[in-house]
């Protein structure tokens, strides 16, 4: 299985962008997906998830900004982010696996990840 993610950049205060993560190796549709981050010194935190049948949690620090979204006939989670701020600079990871696991950070399979930097 692997998890590849893209999209990252930089960017500046107040601009989108749209990272994705391709799944391979998997029945995609079948599991939750979502996307962690973290920060420099900081620890690992789940910004958003979707569960297989398309139910969103969304971290307090993004909700309104952030929209996750899942096209299961090409494997891929998105996650589109706008109104970026300098606190969303970190490094992305995507993750597949049960609702539970994702939500609690035990996702079975991990991508790569993507860095993002919001310069302020």
């Known amino acids: 299985v692997q998890l590849q993610a893209s999209g990252g950049g930089l960017v500046q205060a107040g601009d989108s962008l749209r990272l994705s993560c391709a799944a391979d190796g998997l029945t995609f549709r079948l599991h939750a997906t979502g996307w962690y981050r973290q920060a420099p010194g900081k620890e690992r935190e789940l910004a958003a998830c979707i569960s297989s049948v398309g139910n969103t949690y969304y971290a307090d620090s993004v909700k309104g900004r952030f929209t996750i979204s899942r096209d299961n006939a090409k494997n891929t989670v998105y996650l589109q982010m706008n109104s970026l701020k300098h606190e969303d600079t970190a490094v992305y990871y995507c993750?597949?696996?049960?609702?539970?696991?994702?939500?609690?950070?035990?996702?079975?399979?991990w991508g790569q990840g993507t860095l993002v930097t919001v310069s302020s």
């Open positions: 993750t597949v696996g049960s609702y539970s696991q994702v939500v609690g950070g035990r996702g079975t399979y």
